[in-house]
């Protein structure tokens, strides 16, 4: 092994850049150990062995939880839909076994069925950081339907019931007007909560003020927060890669390069992070939909990565970009950067676009408009038809099986 390679991975030395930063996995836990797999066995010959101790330390059950580099876990349908896929074998009879166990459900209902097992096995598999930690790390989080958007009473229905699958589940919520409200209502219940569908300081802070509250009606009728959390995240490539963005920029002459596509994440990120800690609200960042780029001089960059080290937040890591993370920074050192300001000439020119200016802006979107944003409408979709696509692997198996999939 040539000595220029750093001994630990690139993820282990971002997440010891502060005391305040975590790293979770983006996916669910049950497909983790089948991933590192294909990534070891496919790692060039040079680095398999550093990569394959690399992977053990970012989680291993049987090692002391403590040492994991991964603390939480955040999940969606379009996460959850490779448990079914990369574990077939496993979950076509479990899917059959529901089904058997719930004679009248049609194949809608016994995806959601489903879907919570997929959760609670899940879940599970963190439940020792989860109470080693005191409750304060080893959160799963657990997403609601993302076809309810505007419906906050049935998201609250379902997150109780997600809820009561492990006490390590965390509930994601979208937020919008809508579910801005259901955090509300499960934050005074002692739920913890992770807001997804984020993309601006406006809505930010309508989740952090929501949490504030519902603790606050909470804690007045004797609700223990003592293994309570609250995060919110931004899905900053998301926001970044909106139609909207580059449309606006153009209309104004203005070059929207992906250095500056990036930049504008990172104005917005490294801002929220400083305003929930200033303010001391109750909830933490979560950076989430980071993107491989820019590329710099020839050599890639992961400036989501890179940009918001050392920040008092989460960020959640897919395979794919765990896997670009770990091979771009093999061999590059990873420094405290959270406090790097954006360039004048960039916030300047990304000043003069309105999407950005509302996004960077505290007050400039009213909650009534959260659910009408490009990167909300074009998320839910993706996340709404993932969903459906379940379903329809669902049915599939019920066909199989003779059963009436009406």
């Not at 502060?18 to 983006?26: A, K, M, N, Q, V």
């Not at 799963?140 to 492990?166: N, Y």
């Not at 020839?298 to 960020?315: D, F, T």
Request: aromatic share 10%; hydrophobic share 40%; net charge negative.
């Amino acid at each position: 092994m040539s000595q220029q390679y750093f001994e630990a991975s690139a993820m282990e030395r971002l997440s010891k850049t502060s005391g305040g930063i975590e790293l979770w996995w983006d996916s669910n836990p049950l497909v983790y150990e089948t991933w590192c797999k294909k990534i070891i066995e496919m790692a060039p010959d040079e680095i398999k062995d550093l990569i394959k101790v690399q992977f053990k330390k970012l989680w291993d059950e049987n090692e002391d939880p403590s040492n994991w580099v991964f603390r939480g876990v955040t999940t969606n349908p379009p996460l959850t839909a490779a448990v079914f896929d990369d574990l077939q074998d496993e979950w076509v009879p479990i899917i059959k076994e529901l089904s058997g166990f719930h004679p009248t459900m049609d194949h809608k209902q016994i995806t959601w069925e489903a879907y919570k097992e997929a959760c609670k096995r899940g879940s599970a598999r963190y439940l020792s950081l989860y109470e080693k930690s005191r409750h304060t790390k080893g959160f799963v989080s657990a997403q609601v339907d993302p076809r309810l958007f505007t419906e906050p009473f049935i998201m609250v229905k379902q997150g109780l019931e997600l809820r009561s699958l492990q006490p390590n589940i965390m509930i994601k919520i979208p937020a919008t007007q809508s579910g801005v409200l259901s955090i509300l209502l499960l934050t005074a219940l002692g739920v913890p909560t992770n807001a997804t569908l984020c993309f601006n300081m406006p809505q930010i802070r309508a989740v952090a003020e929501a949490v504030r509250r519902g603790k606050e009606i909470g804690e007045s009728r004797g609700v223990d927060y003592s293994g309570g959390r609250s995060v919110i995240t931004i899905m900053i490539g998301r926001y970044e890669d909106a139609k909207i963005f580059a449309e606006q920029a153009e209309e104004r002459g203005i070059e929207l390069t992906e250095e500056m596509k990036r930049w504008a994440g990172l104005a917005i990120a490294k801002k929220a992070c400083k305003v929930l800690v200033e303010r001391k609200y109750p909830s933490k960042l979560l950076i989430a939909s980071s993107r491989v780029s820019p590329v710099v001089n020839g050599r890639q960059e992961i400036w989501h990565l890179e940009k918001l080290a050392g920040g008092n937040l989460v960020i959640t890591m897919n395979p794919k970009l765990i896997q670009s993370f770990m091979y771009h920074y093999i061999d590059r050192p990873i420094e405290n950067k959270i406090d790097e300001p954006i360039p004048e000439n960039v916030m300047a020119k990304l000043l003069r676009i309105p999407y950005f200016a509302e996004g960077y802006g505290e007050d400039t979107i009213i909650p009534e408009d959260f659910e009408t944003l490009e990167p909300t409408y074009t998320t839910y979709t993706q996340f709404s038809n993932a969903v459906i696509r379940l379903e329809d692997y669902v049915e599939t198996i019920f066909n199989d099986v003779g059963i009436n999939a009406s």
